[in-house]
């Protein structure tokens, strides 16, 4: 009997001890109905909205999450829909057909329409609750810190903790229309303040990617960071060391293919942010800021910026080969003064050893390297253009692209030179044959190429030399 009270005194005081908790967590809770925020359901992707109703029909917590949220209450149009639920990745696959489930450390829901995905997450719950998840949802954090694992499951306030920035926990919901606001987020939007979630060194430490998103919406959004938020950077930027380099390359074409990249650079030079992702680069700043390699990677960022708000394409390919260019041409002239090698071999060397360098940081994809490689080798052959040269180099797929570059170098360089031979291929490419015949015939005033010499023919031993005029006797 004494046993039977005692427990349950114990769970009147544990009761009473949690009280206050749930009380500070409604509090800030802060709910704007449908009246006092300017998101309608017409600005939202249909199918987002087939996914929310079909969970809310089966009894399911739904709400739209994150980027989407945050970007239809600025005003501008989402890229893309996220949803997160109470429902497990599990029971999403029983609800919907065209379900499939991906992740490890995070494991998500995605629902295809085609070419549209529907990304869904279920709440995450906090890892102080580890030991009461079974084996299939579970954490595992690494000895830094990083999370390696997270599959824990928790309410929609749990899940507000979770996320990374403040402007990117705000949830809307298709049952009545109204945003949730658990973290100030939506006062952060208002300020233009970018501001983690949390204890900033600890959030960095689970995941240091998190400090590339903190510069790339910053970039993105035109928003200041936090002061708080910003301090642990530079101390933590060698985390993303511990990144895997796939992951990083990834990341990397978020933040400089976006639009933003020139902005972004100037961040991630700051808070000591590109040196884990451009080891290489970085090795050749100088302390005025304007070497050949600096001016080209400015520029190329910027000229990237422009494209993309013209609504043209872009190319990693041609972006990682201008910001590799000076490094790499530096490498071949050292190789060719050290082995004697010629110089068109040093190049091939240089091309090697500059991007097995880079891949060590950013995984560049071989698909990507081979392009590379094309417009470098380019760069060698587009000063030779005597008799059929010229029509053919224009036939290569990367020609454009090697123009392109060639271009680059004569706007950083201010090289006379190069800006001669810019110059000729851009009116050669616009001319009629005609003219371009004429412009082939008139370049007797620039030098000549050297004529390659056929190495001499290895002699069989023992066979009796040869007398013609290929001999060497």
Known sequence: MFTRVANFCRKVLNREDEAPTVVEEVRHMTIIPRDRHNISRKDISENALKVLYRLNKAGYEAYLVGGGVR????????????????ATPEQMRKLFRNCRLVGRRFRLAHVMFGPEVIEVATFRGHHLAEEQQDDRNNSQRGQNGMLLRDNIFGSIEDDAQRRDLTIN?????????????YVGGLNDLQQGIIRLIGDPETRYREDPVRMLRVVRFSAKL????????????PRLATLLQDIPPARLFE???KLLQAGYGYSTYLQLREYQLFQPLFPLITRYFTEQGDSAMERMVIQVLKNTDNRIHNQMRVNPAFLFAAMFWYPQLEAAQKIAQESGLAYYDAFALAMNDVLDEACRALAIPKRITTLIRDIWQLQLRLSRRHGKRAWKLMEHPKFRAAYDLLALRAEVENNHELQRLTTWWSEFQVAAPPQQKTMLNTLGDDPVPRRRTRRPRKRTPGAAPRRDGNSNA
């Open 222 to 233: 035109d928003m200041s960071v936090a002061a708080e938020t910003a301090e642990p950077i």
């Open 71 to 86: 970007d239809l209450l600025l005003g501008k149009k989402p890229k893309d829909f996220d949803v997160t639920t109470n």
């Open 251 to 253: 990341e990397t074409l």
């Open 169 to 181: 926990s705000l949830y809307y919901s298709v049952a009545d229309f109204t945003v949730r606001d």
